[in-house]
Every structure is written in structure tokens, then in C-alpha cells.
């Protein structure tokens, strides 16, 4: 008979009581985590670092900026505050360009503002020229004669006393400014007369003495820029010895010159004469004015001009119908006459104005 075969029911060597095995299993699986747990970890790990990948050239340039930007502020923050300008620092300032640097002088800056409204006004065709024979020149009829040293030829005057000799002037009248060209000029003898004119309206209107235009068959101005064009008189003021002239053309930019009233004008006030005396110009003599509401009587008595500046800037024939301008370069006047008590036609140091509200009106517009 066979015999059945035995097992044994003892447990093996290495396997723990049920009790301790389950303490020891429980353990176990509560210090390992979870699969998902420790998977999500991961995961998010894995996406920052494509997303790094993707983008990172804009990160290096967001760096960048971020750690230049923190480089500016430390850098400014450690520069010294900008120091505030004081009224010391300005003083200092102009008081070195004085030194340094040569400023124009106020009679410069008042030419250079008025230049380029002067022109040279050319007459040619005067009645007197054309009677000229054999190259001799015909007597003016406004030349003075010289007085005698014991006064003969000078007149008397009421107390038997001899009279002072007249005044003569290059600005009583056209043959003034013709005659008054150097002997040796080119143009003497050629019916040829220079004056000066001023542009007051930018249209090509000017403002000059009358007596340079009077007698004139043809008239020419010549602009600051050397353009040239005939012109006509518009308009006469004989009382003022003003006559209006409108060129038949104009050069580009044509500036008209700003007019001032002289209300305020004062004697001892700075003032500039511009003009082509004895053709030569556009050239500009300083003074003041000497006085107000003078009165100027022509050699002959023909003529009386009223409520007259007079100034001591040097004007000598062919400064006729210039301006008379402050030293702001605005224009109070027009010269016409110079006061001589001699056959000399030359400036000795008194000069005359017309107000410049009298010659704006010469043309029927308001000055200002």
C-alpha cells in the first residue's frame, strides 16, 4: 500500500508572521507615492523646458533688456544731481562771449535791416544836360555864390549889417543830385542824376525826393541784389519834396522796409542815413538826431519845408530820398536836404528829414 505523501505546513525561513507582514506591507505602500503623484511632477518639467526651447530667443532678449535696463538705474542712480543755472552762471556766460567774440555794432544791425530795402534811383533825359555844347557844362541854376570876406555879395540886412550868405544844398531840387557826381565821374555830363529810394511796399512801391526824379524823361532803380528795372512816378507831395515810384520789375524776395512813427522820437537819438552819396553805396553814416519840427527855406526862397528832423549823420548828394532809420532798423524818415553856407556842396554836419508819417501820406496810406 501506498503511502500518501506529507507536506509540511511550517512556514518558510524568510517569511514574516501574517501580522508582522502586513504591518510591513502597509508601511511600504504608504512611503512609496502614487504612480499619478509622481508622474505630474514630470510632466510639468518637461513642458516648461520645450517651452524654453521654443521661445528662447525672446527669453535672451527679455534678459537682456532686463539686465540692462537694472544697469541704467544703478548708473544713474549713482551720477551727482544736474546743478540748477543761477543768475551768476548767465552773467559769467555773456560776460565771456563779450570777451571773446566781437559783436556788430547797433549802427551795423540797424543798416543790415534796412538794406535791403534801399535802391538807387537813376534819372537820365534832364532838360538842362541836353543843352550842353562843346562838353562845357551848363551853370546850375540853384549855385550858390560865394560870399566875399568883407561881405560884399552876401546882402544886407535890415541894420546895414551884411546878411549871411544862403544856404546851399544838394536837396532843393533835381539838379541837386545830377550835378553833385565827382568831376572825373564817369556819368557827369551824361543827363544822368543819383538818388536813393526806399521800398515801402513790397509791390515795388518806393519813396524818394522829388526833386531827384523832377525833369527826368526816363527812371531806373537799382535793387539791393543789383537787379535793375525801369520805373514811373504814381504819386507827387511838393510841399514835401517826396515823389512815389513803382518799378516795372521785381527781384525775388523783395522786402519792404518797416516804418516807425516818430512820436517818440527824441533829440540825441541814435540814427543811421543809407543812401549813394554821390553814386557810390549803398552806404550808411551814424548820428543822432539834433532836433525836432525844424524848418529849411531853399536857396532861392522857393521853397519852405516844414516840421523837419534834423540829424548831423553825414549825407551828401546823392543821399536824397534815402531813409533815416533807428537803431532798430525801422525807417522815420526821408532825407532830403543838407544845409551848407557855402557854394561847397557838401555835408558840414546838418542834415533834414521828412517825418516819415508826411511821407507815407505822399502815397495816401497810414504809415503803420
Not at 517651452?51 to 544713474?76: D, F, N, S, Y
Not at 553833385?180 to 543827363?191: A, S, V
Not at 552819396?277 to 527855406?297: C, D, H, T, W
Amino acid at each position: 500500500m501506498r503511502r500518501t505523501a506529507l507536506y509540511s505546513r511550517s512556514p518558510r525561513r524568510d517569511a514574516a508572521p501574517p501580522g508582522i507582514a502586513a504591518a510591513a506591507e502597509r508601511a511600504s505602500s504608504s512611503d512609496r507615492p502614487a504612480p499619478e503623484a509622481s508622474a505630474a511632477p514630470v510632466r510639468k518639467r518637461f513642458a516648461i523646458g520645450a517651452l524654453a526651447q521654443r521661445h528662447e530667443r525672446w527669453l535672451v532678449l527679455v534678459a537682456g533688456l532686463l539686465i540692462g535696463a537694472i544697469a541704467i538705474a544703478v548708473w544713474t542712480s549713482t551720477r551727482p544731481g544736474a546743478r540748477l543755472l543761477t543768475q551768476k552762471d548767465i552773467d559769467g556766460a555773456v560776460l565771456h562771449t563779450l570777451a571773446t567774440q566781437t559783436l556788430p555794432s547797433r549802427a551795423a544791425k540797424a543798416y543790415e535791416a534796412v538794406r535791403p530795402s534801399i535802391v538807387k534811383v537813376v534819372g537820365t533825359g534832364y532838360p538842362e544836360d541836353d543843352d550842353k555844347a562843346g562838353g562845357k557844362k551848363k551853370p546850375r541854376k540853384n549855385a550858390a555864390k560865394p560870399s566875399k570876406p568883407d561881405g560884399k555879395g552876401a546882402g544886407k540886412r535890415a541894420d546895414g549889417k551884411a546878411a549871411p550868405p544862403k544856404p546851399s544844398t544838394p536837396a532843393d531840387d533835381k539838379q541837386a543830385d545830377k550835378p553833385g557826381l565827382p568831376d572825373d565821374h564817369p556819368d557827369l555830363g551824361k543827363g544822368m542824376g543819383v538818388g536813393t529810394g526806399v521800398v515801402i511796399v513790397d509791390s515795388g512801391v518806393i519813396l524818394t525826393n522829388l526833386h531827384v526824379v523832377l525833369g527826368a524823361s526816363k527812371l531806373k532803380v537799382v535793387f539791393f541784389d543789383g537787379f535793375e528795372s525801369e520805373a514811373t512816378v504814381i504819386g507827387m507831395q511838393p510841399e514835401n519834396d517826396l515823389a512815389v515810384l513803382k518799378a516795372a520789375k521785381l527781384p525775388d524776395d523783395l522786402k519792404a522796409a518797416v516804418l516807425r512813427s516818430t512820436q517818440d522820437l527824441a533829440p540825441g537819438d541814435e540814427v543811421v542815413a543809407a543812401g549813394f552819396p554821390f553814386g557810390i553805396g549803398p552806404s550808411a553814416s551814424a548820428g543822432i538826431v539834433s532836433g525836432l519840427k525844424r524848418e529849411y527855406r531853399s536857396p532861392e526862397g522857393e521853397r519852405v519845408l516844414t516840421n523837419l528832423i534834423q540829424f548831423d549823420a553825414a549825407a551828401n548828394p546823392g543821399n536824397s530820398g534815402g531813409p533815416l532809420v533807428t537803431m532798430d532798423g525801422e525807417v522815420v524818415g526821408i532825407v532830403t536836404a543838407i544845409l551848407n553856407p557855402t557854394e561847397q556842396r557838401v555835408f558840414v554836419g546838418i542834415g533834414f528829414a521828412v517825418p516819415i508819417e508826411n511821407a507815407a501820406s505822399a502815397i495816401g496810406m497810414s504809415p503803420f
